[in-house]
């Protein structure tokens, strides 16, 4: 018996207990996933459904595998990765500049907000045509689609992070002589830092509805082209193994931010 | 150069919103030689606050004017350690700002860390900390830009008693050793006469000077020694009257 002395045995029982319980909600999510694709494909197989409109799990499977033979489905991967990528640096980047600005000057801000608000409230979607007709019916107006999905929340958001530091903190490095560059830099922009993070993760999000949007618009590759294309050829199987990359894709880049959120606010634990 | 370390003479103060005009300070004169230990009370609300705020720079008076000899620094209510940073780099942020010698900032940010007891925390972020000691770390950032007059802001108002008591005391103590000239706002009458000597009673808004106390107990004593002695009780019941708090029936 190699029991540590400190362990008591209502310690180990209730250590045993939790570990059984996350191994249930493991064996549960696994096991939801799997029952799920299974009773498709039985439902398929045995035409219950018609696997024509909903397709079924071993067709998918067999289109991914014809797309990654032929390449095509890294393409429209890295063309969907890259608009989203450019979209979310433009609008995340920008938004933030443009923020700073509008911290900068209150009159600035003051005079800026009922646009703000106005142009918050639109839905970006109706700016599809004229983004088109500005920038060309290529990668551009599909980035600028995701751009403008972006900014806009993130100034607003940017804003009211900066608002929220602390007064008195501020009187505080005001207080030590501090100039408003370096109250931006020592207290607002480190103070605003969880804001930051949540602007970034919900842009990455919306980038890639921004991108997707554009791509049913006006494009020739990526994955919501592919979408697109599928529904219209009526190849669900194309549409149901786009839809899956693309939830896989979402669901790394949000994978992502979390790792660096983890790394970036290691002050908080 | 005047003898005094600060020199407030004739300061007025009426703030302006949309709505009125508050006169926050009807006049008040004052002087802080070098080395004493003045505190300001007065009933809440009363623009001590703003007094602060006037003397460092913070606010323009509409009359009047503070004139300091030296350098000051501020020490709030709360401590405002910023979260992301740890305590030593807490108490870097007057050097930085300032534009000093980081090196040897940090060498004398450190020493005066391990002096006051923060030494072995030094790379701690503030949660880690008690409230004392976030306090006591605020008060070593305060120091570290070298200040020759200390503006303290109810700086213990946000501790629990037991935490208050052992501050104020550490808090004299420290500021004794390093020779600073003080002036402290704060509404516990006890902690003024414990820790100065003069004691400033404001009248309520607009404040103004309403009575000098010149606290005569043995200068060697730490605050809470002072508090002790015979005397003690006279001073606290003179200017409890002074400050003629009521508290209304219902």
């Known amino acids: 018996m190699s029991i540590r002395p400190e362990t008591s045995w209502e310690r180990t029982i209730y250590l045993q207990r939790l570990r059984r319980q996350r191994w249930l909600i493991l064996t549960g999510q696994i096991g939801f996933l799997f029952l799920f694709l299974l009773l498709w494909e039985v439902a398929a197989q045995l035409r219950w459904i018609d696997p024509f409109i909903t397709s079924q799990p071993s067709r998918v499977a067999l289109t991914l595998l014809h797309l990654h033979q032929d390449g095509s489905l890294y393409l429209h991967i890295y063309v969907t990765l890259m608009e989203t990528f450019y979209g979310f640096i433009l609008g995340t980047g920008g938004g933030m500049l443009l923020a700073v600005l509008l911290w900068w000057s209150p009159l600035f801000n003051r005079i800026a907000d009922p646009y703000l608000v106005v142009l918050n409230a639109l839905p970006k979607v109706a700016l599809g045509p004229l983004l088109i007709v500005w920038l060309g019916n290529g990668s551009s107006a599909i980035i600028g689609m995701a751009l403008f999905i972006s900014v806009i929340v993130t100034i607003i958001s940017m804003v009211s992070g900066f608002q929220e530091v602390d007064a008195e903190k501020i009187k505080l490095l005001k207080a030590f002589g501090a100039s408003r560059l370096q109250i931006l830099g020592k207290v607002i922009l480190p103070g605003s830092l969880p804001s930051m993070i949540t602007a970034v993760k919900v842009n990455v999000g919306l980038c890639l509805v921004g991108v997707i949007m554009g791509e049913f618009l006006v494009s020739r590759a990526g994955l919501g082209y592919l979408i697109v294309y599928g529904g219209q050829v009526f190849k669900l199987d194309l549409v149901m193994s786009s839809i899956l990359v693309l939830a896989v894709m979402a669901a790394l880049m949000y994978g992502l931010v979390s790792y660096a959120e983890g790394k970036l606010l290691r002050w908080q634990k | ?250």
């Not at chain 2, 080395?35 to 006037?54: A, M, N, Q, R, W």
């Open chain 2, 1 to 250: 150069m005047s003898a005094y370390q600060l020199e407030i003479r004739a300061v007025g103060m009426k703030y302006q919103t949309p709505q009125n005009e508050t006169e926050a300070i009807a006049e008040i004169s004052l002087t802080v030689s070098p080395g004493e230990f003045v505190s300001l009370v007065g009933p809440s609300g009363c623009g001590k606050s703003t007094l602060l705020d006037i003397i460092c720079g913070l606010a323009e008076p509409t009359r009047g004017e503070a004139r300091i000899t030296g350098k000051v620094g501020y020490m709030l209510q709360r401590d405002h350690l910023l979260e992301w940073r740890t305590i030593l780099d807490n108490c870097l942020l007057g050097p930085e700002i300032q534009k000093y010698n980081l090196k040897e900032a940090r060498r004398n940010v450190l020493y005066l860390l391990e002096r006051y007891g923060l030494g072995s925390f030094a790379h701690y972020y503030p949660r880690q900390l008690s409230g004392g000691m976030r306090q006591r770390a605020a008060l070593i950032r305060t120091l570290a830009i070298n200040p020759d007059i200390l503006l303290l802001d109810e700086p213990f108002a946000a501790l629990d008693y037991q935490t208050r008591l052992a501050i104020a005391d550490e808090v004299a103590n420290i500021l004794r050793q390093e020779r600073k000239t003080a002036l402290m706002v704060t509404h516990d009458i006890a902690e003024a006469i414990s820790m100065s000597d003069r004691v400033v009673v404001l009248s309520a808004r607009p404040a103004r000077v309403k009575s000098i106390y010149p606290i005569e107990l043995p200068a060697g004593l730490s605050p809470l020694a002072r508090r002790q002695e015979n005397d003690f009780r006279s001073y606290f019941d003179a200017i409890w009257k002074e400050l003629d708090v009521h508290v209304d029936p219902a």
